[in-house]
């Protein structure tokens, strides 16, 4: 049995993500995914930090939480391929939902979805400081590469419950990563 979790690769191209989800329309959110992949696990308690690993490599992936050991997202081909690599131990289901089930499911996985957003807000701010302090071009560096993937990441993930207001919002923490980066190090915001 595999007990590593595996890194996954942020390089990745968008369209083959989310090419075959399934949606229906819907008159509060713009479409439904209707597909949904839903992961189970159970760890005994002295497994905390395995635990902790496939906790971060989930949100990492989109999947979000729906009960303690449950999580899921909406079905894609490469998302499942990527949910079932993730550990040998975990017992990962395609289902088809009804449409008040998908409401539901796609309103859980919106609140997730702001989740990132707020932390990805939240690093943008991180990533500020880094770059007003005239001592730390290293860390300043480092948040900076790494900001790149957390977008690309989140990106991967609206697509699969989009609405035009992500597009916005990622456009808008985009520009203002790159206002951040344009500033001389050690500058501040004025």
Not at 54 to 72: E, N
Not at 137 to 160: A, C, D, F, Q
């Amino acid at each position: 049995m595999n007990t590593k979790t595996r890194k996954i690769e942020p390089k990745i191209d968008i369209r083959d993500w989310t090419a075959d989800v399934a949606h229906v329309q819907s008159p509060d959110i713009k479409t439904l995914p209707v597909k949904w992949i839903f992961v189970f696990f159970d760890l005994p308690s002295k497994e905390f930090t395995r635990r902790v690993g496939l906790h971060r490599s989930f949100r990492k992936t989109g999947l979000a939480m729906h009960s303690q050991s449950v999580y899921c997202m909406p079905y894609s081909r490469k998302n499942y391929s990527l949910v079932n690599d993730i550990d040998d131990s975990l017992t990962v289901v395609r289902c088809e939902l009804e449409k008040v089930k998908a409401e539901n499911f796609s309103l859980m996985y919106q609140d997730f979805i702001e989740s990132l957003f707020l932390e990805i807000e939240n690093k943008i701010e991180e990533l500020e400081d880094a770059r007003a302090d005239s001592d730390n071009t290293r860390g300043y560096t480092k948040r900076y590469k790494k900001m790149g993937e957390r977008i690309e990441n989140l990106r991967r993930i609206i697509r699969l419950v989009s609405t035009d207001s992500y597009e916005q919002r990622i456009s808008t923490l985009e520009a203002l990563v790159e206002d951040i980066h344009q500033r001389s190090q050690g500058v501040a915001v004025s």
